[in-house]
């Protein structure tokens, strides 16, 4: 903006004023962080702005406290970040909400508009008459008027309660496939959730869910990185125009004491020296080359940047190669939302535990 020629415009007092105005402004413009190039993917049925190529995990634990996973959050949007992941059991939609409105006031971020929201409805919700309310409840928790996506959290239902984990065996029930969907659609068709998906879908529950879609999934979010593929399903998902999401990229829902086998592997750690960038820069880039949005967790503001820096370079036909190669192996089971007492009543565990490679 041409100073001079604005204030001219105006005279006197009113002068002051315009003055006032163009120093805030520019000062929000000031404010605002150098904005990495991020890709953004238009989804096929999102009423809303498209979604960014990479975001943010927030999964956590309990006895992380509200201001560290809220200082996370706005540390993220800080660095450049507007995707968001957050679910209704991972406790940090509120945090998450408070951050994106700090993150306004402050003109890190235009509007509430300008990120990309997702939360997810849990298993104890999985029952039509459940799902709205289950949504109204995520949103009073953001703060929000809508969010971006919202996914079904897993192909399960158990008996409804607080959301928790794990669950018992004997609490299980039936998943009402068309019951469930048809909620999900009226939180969209009501302009709730911009677009709707599922999470921990294999394609034998996306073809339950698609044959009584009338609005299919825009998105599954399901376990993948160079350790866990998906090559199965990510075929399935681009046959349907399903966009696939990626938790656990970089392989940090190995809770057990057992490893990283993705931090850990000497495949993607020589890639990295080779390319002088890091192990999980390298797993995050080939995800993207995939066509597949990873959603990283970081608190650390500098490994939180060192995730956006993928998208401007490229892995080589041989780096691809050795990573197809590497020996696959999945970490989130259905079996460890249960606890190991009890028995299922109603269901059987193989109908939820369907691994594809």
Known sequence: MHVKPFLRLYSG???????????????????????AAVPEVALRH???????????????????????????????????FRHFDTAALYGTEAPLGEAIAEATRRGLVASREEVFVTTKLWCTQCHPG???????????????????LY???????????PPMLPVKREDAVPFDFEGVWRAMEECHRLGLAKAIGVSNFTTKHLDKLLAVATIPPAVNQVEMN???????????????????????????QNWIGEGNDVMESPVLADIARARGKSIAQVSLRWIHEQGVTPIPKSYNKERLKQNLEIFDWELTKEDRLKISQIPQKK??????????????????????EIVEE
């Open 226 to 252: 160079p350790v866990w593929q998906q090559r199965t399903l990510r075929e399935y998902c681009a046959a349907k125009g399903i966009r696939v999401a990626a938790y656990s990229p970089l392989g940090g």
């Open 46 to 80: 999102g009423a809303g702005r498209p979604m960014p190529a990479v975001g943010v995990g927030t999964a956590d634990s309990a006895a992380t406290s509200p201001e560290t996973k809220r200082g996370a959050a706005l540390a993220a949007l800080e660095v450049g």
């Open 151 to 161: 996914l079904v959290h897993w192909p399960i239902s158990v008996r409804p309660g």
């Open 331 to 352: 970490i989130v089971t259905a079996a460890r939302m249960f606890s190991p007492d009890g028995e299922f009543a109603s269901v059987d565990l193989s109908d939820m």
């Open 130 to 148: 459940l799902v709205l309310p289950s949504l109204r409840e995520s949103l009073r928790n953001l703060q929000m008027e809508y969010v971006d």
């Open 13 to 35: 007092r009113h002068r002051a004023h315009a003055r006032a105005f163009l120093d805030r402004s520019v000062g929000r413009e000031l404010a605002r962080p150098a904005m």
